[in-house]
């Protein structure tokens, strides 16, 4: 899945010049202060408003997964993941400005892990059994490799995942 996104945030970054070139007619007299308004308002702003949307979706899928364990609960945090990956696809191009800061850009997806070091870090999180790694505050003190959509997908969709829709399975929730 995160190979789709990569590759379809590589498409878009080829197309959004064209796109923005299209919406002017040729001859008009171009500032470059209307394009970046045009950009900011056309597209930053509509993409990090529909991420913000559908994390918060998951956060509360995530939420209501871990209350009350169940398959159906389960599908609907990972169709809620599915959203937020695609959510992120379109706004991860965005690669200036707040997203810079504090490895923000990495904290929401550690990516390209050519060396899995995130998914052994989640797992030995995850077998551990680490108190700390539930903790948000914690959690960010820690590598990033181990925060964001990589580790939640690994969650929802890794060894073991299954076991989020029993009632055994409390700590893989609250990691998540």
């Known amino acids: 899945m995160l190979k789709r996104v990569a590759l379809m945030s590589k498409c878009l970054v080829l197309v959004l010049p064209f796109l923005l070139a299209a919406a002017l007619p040729a001859s008009a007299a171009v500032k470059a202060s209307d394009v970046i308004e045009r950009a900011i308002d056309g597209f930053v702003r509509p993409a990090y408003a529909s991420l913000d949307e559908h994390a918060a979706g998951l956060a509360k899928a995530m939420h209501q997964l871990c ?39 990495e904290r929401m997806l550690y990516w390209p892990d050519r060396k899995s070091i995130g998914l052994r870090q989640v797992q030995a999180t995850l077998a551990s059994k680490d108190p700390s790694a539930t903790d948000p505050v914690q959690l960010a003190q820690k590598s990033v490799a181990m925060q964001g959509l990589g580790a939640l997908e690994y969650v929802l969709y890794g060894d073991g995942a299954e076991t989020l829709a029993g009632k055994d399975e409390s700590y893989r929730c609250a990691y998540g």
């Open 67 to 105: 209350e009350a364990p169940s398959e159906i609960n389960l599908e609907a945090a990972r169709s809620a993941f599915s959203g937020t990956v695609e959510a992120w696809s379109v706004a991860e191009i965005i690669a200036f400005g707040p997203i810079k800061e504090n490895n923000r850009l």
